[in-house]
């Protein structure tokens, strides 16, 4: 199973632009990588998932280099809703992601 | 439909007492699973389904049993509850590389 490494915390304002990175250095060719969001007292709920290169949706955008050996979550002008504990996961999409690693995540604020 | 559904939501055991925990998805997913949180931390998976009649263990499987009752439930038990074991626990099911999440039961042991 590929490790997960991220910052434990980032502070932020809204308006602004929020890249979050993760490092997964010994990802295996058929890993894919999922991020999920966490608000308090609630389930993870899943945001973006790719493979290699950029994959955006309406929630956010995931930058993977060629490599694979990390990737950048971007979230786009936040707000003070997006304050939230946000999980990188790495997996094997082709054995349905059995024994996911959620990690402790990283902790967003933001402030007004 | 209702997603993945838990109950209890909120639970209070003495130390020694046992309980299930129910999860129920209507999807019609294959992939289900039982996951910790401590407050703080991560979420850690205690046991995984990957179909109706499978079960496997996770990192954090001791002091626990499960069940694949059928494709919508999957039951976490536990035997002898201990303090170590108040914790969040959610229930999830998976389709494709997204995974769904109940609402969660909150479980103190004193």
């Known amino acids: 199973l590929a490790k997960t490494t991220q910052p434990i915390s980032m502070d932020s304002y809204e308006g602004q632009e929020v890249n979050i990175t993760c490092s997964h250095n010994?990802?295996?060719?058929?890993?894919?990588i999922t991020w999920y969001q966490q608000f308090p007292s609630q389930g993870p709920r899943f945001i973006i998932q790719?493979?290699?290169t950029k994959v955006t949706n309406e929630v956010a955008s995931l930058f993977i280099p060629a490599d694979r050996k990390s990737s950048t979550l971007s979230l786009p002008r936040v707000s003070l809703s997006d304050t939230a504990v946000y999980y990188c996961?790495?997996?094997?999409?082709?054995?349905?992601?059995?024994?996911?690693?959620f990690g402790t995540g990283t902790r967003l604020l933001v402030s007004p | 439909n209702a997603g993945v559904t838990q109950t209890p939501k909120f639970q209070v055991l003495k130390t020694g007492q046992s309980m299930t925990l129910q999860c129920a998805q209507d999807?019609?997913?294959?992939?289900m699973y039982w996951y910790r949180q401590d407050p703080g931390m991560g979420l850690r998976l205690i046991y995984y389904?990957?179909?109706?009649?499978?079960?496997d263990k996770g990192e954090v499987p001791n002091g626990y049993n499960v069940s694949r009752l059928n494709k919508r439930e999957f039951s976490l038990r536990l035997e002898s509850a201990a303090p170590s074991q108040t914790s969040v626990y959610f229930c999830?099911?998976?389709?494709?590389?997204?995974?769904?999440f109940g609402p969660g039961t909150r479980l103190t042991v004193t």
């Open positions: 996961l790495v997996g094997d999409m082709n054995t349905g992601f059995q024994k996911l690693v």
């Open positions: 010994n990802i295996a060719t058929n890993d894919y």
């Open positions: 790719g493979y290699k």
């Open positions: 999807m019609n997913h294959n992939s």
């Open positions: 389904s990957a179909s109706e009649g499978t079960t």
């Open positions: 999830a099911s998976l389709k494709g590389y997204e995974q769904y």
